[in-house]
């Protein structure tokens, strides 16, 4: 068995969406003066990889706290979509992928993007779904796309309509994923287990691929 760490790791100065706050990170007790050490942490519900509920979106949409565990965890595989033109994700092309998808819970879109991180490119460029591609993805019973992009609408977008279709039924978003290029191309095991929070609409992960 081999773990792959598909997370950013979390730094006060860790890219953010636009204006999004910086997270707060601070050592308020060490070993040598106290006999523990300990943090004050604290961050938007969407900072680096992170996944996305529907309550991010969707007036009464489910939250983490009102979601099942087992939603979180499953067999998933990575599409490579680094090359497609021009920068569309389009059904035509996952449609060559369907018997794989057809099996397991998770699609995960490997752009090549997360190699752009902390860079000014990262917020740019990157493909995006067709709105048909998105609607069709969401035929298979898959729990969750995940991708290693900003976001899953391009930045200019006003009305995050794929955000909104898979939100609608009931599809977790996971965006900031990194690594993607380390997983082989057979079906895997993913976990995007996020902090059980009240209410909350979303929650940065240790998003991780299993490969037996």
Known sequence: MKIIDLSHPISENIPTYFDDKKPFLQVIGDVAEYGHREMDIAYNSHIGTHIDLPAHMIMNGKTIDKTKIEKYF???????????????????????????????????????????????????????????????????????????????????????????????????????????????????????LPLNIKNADGSPIRAVAVIV
């Open 74 to 192: 499953g067999k998933g595989i990575k599409i490579n979509v680094a090359n497609v033109y021009p920068n569309k994700i389009l059904r035509k092309y996952l449609s060559k992928f369907q018997a794989e998808i057809r099996k397991v819970d998770f699609v995960l879109l490997h752009s090549g993007y997360g190699k752009y991180w902390g860079r000014k490119k990262y917020f740019s460029g990157f493909p995006t779904l067709e709105t048909d591609a998105a609607e069709w993805l969401c035929d298979f019973k898959i729990k969750g796309i995940g991708i290693d992009m900003i976001s899953i609408d391009s930045t200019d977008s006003v009305d995050y309509i794929n955000h909104k279709i898979f939100f609608k039924n009931e599809i977790l978003i996971i965006e900031n994923l990194t690594n993607l290029d380390k997983i082989p191309d057979k079906i895997f095991y993913f976990s995007c």
